[in-house]
C-alpha cells in the first residue's frame, strides 16, 4: 500500500516551538513538495526521516551538527531540488548552500518566501537542475534530491556533470561531508575530484 503524502500531522508539539508563520502553514498543510520537486517543506511529523522537520532541526538529522555556519536555533524548514536548505533565522529566511556550507540571507520574510517562489519557481529556486533532469527523461520522486557530480562548486562542474536523482540523506550527506572537505583546505589549497565512469 502506497504511503499518504503528506503524513499526517503526529508531532503537534512540535508547532508551538515554531515561528508563528511556519506553525500556521503546517498547521493547514503538513508539508509539501512543489513545482515537480523544487522545493520540499518539511512537516511536523516523526517518520520519514527526510520529511520530519524536527529530524532535521533537533534530531539526528539536525542541519546545525552537520554545517558549523547553522546555530540550533536555525529552523531547516525546506529545501531546493539539489538540497541546498532554507532556513528560518529569526523571522527572516536564509539559504545554506549545501555544497560549500556558505549562508545568505534572503532578507525576506516566510510569507515574502512563499510568495517569490510561486512567482518565479525556475529563477528563485534554482531550479534549472531539474529541468535538465526532466529534459533527460527522469524525475524526482517524494524524498528524493539531484545530486550533481562533480558538483557544481568545482570549476569543472561547467559541463559533463551528471545529474541522478538519490535518496534525499544520500545527497545530504554527500554535501556535508564535501562543504566539511572545502572548510578544512587551507588558503591557496586544492581539492582534487575523480569523476569516475
Not at 2 to 8: E, L
Not at 81 to 109: K, N, P, Y
Not at 138 to 163: D, H, M, N, Q, W
Not at 164 to 179: D, G, K, N, Y
Amino acid at each position: 500500500m502506497a504511503r499518504m503524502f503528506p503524513p499526517p500531522i503526529d508531532d503537534p508539539g512540535l508547532l508551538p516551538l515554531l515561528p508563528g508563520e511556519l506553525s500556521s502553514v503546517l498547521a493547514a498543510e503538513n508539508g509539501f513538495i512543489r513545482f515537480g520537486g523544487g522545493l520540499h517543506v518539511r512537516g511536523a511529523c516523526l517518520t520519514p526521516d527526510w520529511h520530519s522537520l524536527r529530524h532535521s532541526w533537533t534530531g539526528a538529522g539536525a542541519f546545525s551538527r552537520l554545517y558549523p555556519v547553522l546555530a540550533p536555533s536555525d529552523v531547516p524548514f525546506g529545501q531546493d531540488c539539489m538540497g541546498d536548505q532554507f532556513i528560518l533565522r529569526g523571522a527572516t529566511v536564509h539559504r545554506l548552500s549545501a555544497e560549500d556550507g556558505s549562508l545568505e540571507s534572503l532578507g525576506i520574510s516566510l510569507n515574502q518566501f512563499f510568495r517569490a517562489c510561486a512567482a518565479n519557481p525556475t529563477e528563485f529556486l534554482s531550479a534549472q537542475p531539474l529541468l535538465q533532469l526532466e529534459a533527460e527523461g527522469s524525475s524526482l520522486s517524494p524524498g528524493e534530491l539531484i545530486l550533481a557530480y562533480p558538483p557544481f562548486c568545482t570549476k569543472e562542474s561547467g559541463s559533463g556533470v551528471r545529474l541522478s536523482a538519490c535518496p534525499a540523506e544520500q545527497v545530504i550527506t554527500f554535501h556535508a561531508r564535501l562543504a566539511a572537505k572545502l572548510a578544512s583546505i587551507p588558503d591557496g589549497g586544492a581539492l582534487e575530484i575523480t569523476v569516475e565512469p
